[in-house]
């Protein structure tokens, strides 16, 4: 049994347009993925592809208009009031911007120590202090910031302090939505390497959202790749770096920054492409795949069954 199991997930959102029509945009389109414990799942796609709506449903903070979210076997994805409280002390999330998550006016102390007043209401106040104290430590951050306020410290030790807040009720999941993307290289590397160390330790499972596909490499043990809301290709992260098979997921990773400029390569006809259409039938990136053929018209976007699955009637071959 999968630690979280998302089934056929969609999510739509209504908006007026100037001409007086109801406009409508799928966001999140039958998606579907599972986490198993101490494993690390990452969904990377372009800006409005849909991946922080998915991470945000999986967290209810938002409300699914279909499918399914079950946590450790429990489905989720209705709960309300108290059965839902009680399910969040085992999932938590860490947020792209370090300063707009953290209260401005609330003392670290306090904010590091406001999930266990709601989840653990039997601690009293020194228990809840010498827990905070615990999880900053274990954070790399010492016990001068718990009297301090947010505006007080950097973006990296911001983040480290967002980090201890969703590490202390102990959960078994963190979804992290872009987590390193508003920091400095440097501080972005001791980050990820925290958050390796504290899943090694605590058997933690990740399901880590993100544009940058060399964070992605870095971090993940599975990668799915989302575009117009749907997951077009999924599989072993080492497997899909070394061969993908959607055109999508080539031009993403032929965008990448390269080391050295020998390593640069040609871009591709996707890449170098500056419409932003998506077409309303068939498959959703054929308007802008230099491989697309007549039959991509009819086709429905379903992924293949085996482990490196693709919604692609045309897969790329793997490079010589």
């Not at 410290?153 to 872009?178: N, W």
């Not at 006809?269 to 068939?282: C, M």
Request: hydrophobic share 40%; charged share 25%.
């Amino acid at each position: 049994m999968s630690l979280l199991s998302v089934k056929g997930l969609c999510k739509s959102f209504h908006a007026g347009s100037w001409s007086g029509k109801d406009h409508i945009t799928r966001a999140v389109d039958d998606v579907s993925f599972d986490i198993e414990e101490g494993e690390t799942l990452a969904i990377v796609g372009e800006s409005g592809s849909g991946k922080s709506t998915t991470a945000r449903i999986v967290m209810r903070l938002l409300a699914a208009d279909a499918g399914r979210i079950a946590l450790m076997g429990e489905d989720i994805t209705y709960l309300k009031g108290k059965a839902m409280r009680n399910m969040r002390k085992h999932m938590q999330m860490v947020f792209q911007d370090p300063f707009a998550s953290l209260n401005p006016r609330m003392r670290i102390v306090e904010t590091v120590g406001e999930g266990l007043r709601v989840h653990a209401p039997e601690m009293n106040a020194k228990q809840r202090r010498e827990r905070v104290i615990e999880v900053l430590e274990h954070c790399g951050t010492g016990v001068e910031a718990l009297d301090r306020y947010p505006h007080q410290f950097s973006g990296g030790q911001r983040q480290r302090i967002g980090i201890a807040r969703a590490l202390a009720v102990s959960p078994r999941l963190l979804v992290l939505d872009e987590p390193v993307s508003a920091l400095d290289v440097s501080v972005q590397a001791q980050i990820l390497n925290l958050l390796s160390d504290l899943q090694n330790e605590q058997k933690l499972a990740y399901l880590f959202i993100s544009h940058d596909l060399s964070v992605i490499k870095q971090v993940a043990d599975r990668v799915a790749v989302m575009f117009a809301g749907r997951i077009v290709e999924q599989g072993n992260a080492e497997v899909i770096y070394a061969s993908p098979k959607h055109p999508y997921t080539r031009a993403l990773l032929d965008a990448r920054p390269v080391e050295h400029p020998a390593q640069r390569k040609k871009p591709t006809d996707i890449a170098v492409r500056s419409e932003e259409t998506v077409a309303k039938s068939g498959c959703a990136f054929r308007l802008r795949c230099p491989y697309a053929q007549e039959d991509c018209e009819a086709f429905d976007g379903a992924l293949s069954t085996d482990d490196h699955a693709f919604a692609c009637l045309h897969p790329l071959k793997a490079e010589s």
